[in-house]
């Protein structure tokens, strides 16, 4: 158990619709990392957070956003589902970005499946 | 970009047997991760190792940063380490570049 929850497991909803994936880091830790891995792309960076704010931006869609709030938790919406975004949401937490690159630990996940 | 190429694509040993996974990575960078996904999706952190050896039970890991490889070492293999196994690496900005995977069958 890497210690970051991921919210639903599993979600299967249709074309057009909206989700929210939620994750709670590690305890202690200030930064959260969004990644998606599809079978198409592999597994790819989408959004960094560092207490609150984001960081950097990866191959993250304009119909995706993301926020991180007060107590540390982020969300993940995903809005106008395509077939193409049926995929595993990875979200990952570390420690600190400022004092130098840090072990991220990565949630179980949640498998996305649009139909 | 960081570009992360590994080696082999598939592997397919007998139990008991040992494996070499590669990685190499196209710049220079200052962390350096290797992952077990398992059969059900789940990432396993392995190794933390940007540079230098380490070890852990059956498993150690190697990265010469001069040399921009790491190479991830899986002795006596039993089914249980089956899946695919990924190193992702990141410079400054942190986000993880990761590899395509090798993927690891151990038959019984």
């Known amino acids: 158990d890497s210690g970051v929850t991921q919210t639903p497991k599993h979600l299967i909803t249709a074309t057009g619709q909206r989700v929210t994936l939620r994750c709670s880091p590690r305890?202690?830790?200030?930064?959260v990392y969004w990644y998606q891995q599809s079978l198409d792309q592999g597994l790819q960076f989408l959004i960094h957070y560092y207490n609150g704010e984001e960081r950097a931006k990866g191959n993250i869609l304009e119909r995706f956003s993301a926020q991180q709030f007060p107590d540390l938790h982020s969300e993940l919406n995903l809005s106008s589902l395509e077939l193409g975004d049926s995929a595993l949401y990875f979200c990952a937490s570390s420690v600190s970005w400022r004092e130098g690159p840090d072990t991220q630990y990565f949630g179980p996940g949640t498998r996305l499946t649009v139909l | 970009g960081i570009q992360v190429e590994q080696s082999p694509p598939d592997l397919i040993l007998q139990e008991g047997a040992n494996s070499t996974l590669r990685c190499n990575f196209s710049?220079?960078?200052?962390?350096l991760q290797w992952f077990h996904q398992n059969p059900w999706g789940q990432l396993i952190n392995l190794f933390y190792?940007?540079?230098g050896t380490k070890q852990n039970g059956r498993l150690s890991a190697t990265t010469v940063a001069t040399e921009r490889y790491s190479l991830l070492y899986i002795s006596s293999s039993q089914t249980t380490d089956s899946g695919v196994y990924f190193c992702a690496s990141s410079f400054g900005n942190e986000k993880l570049t990761f590899g395509t995977g090798t993927r690891l069958t151990i038959i019984p």
């Open positions: 710049d220079s960078v200052n962390n």
């Open positions: 190792i940007p540079s």
């Open positions: 305890s202690g830790d200030l930064s």
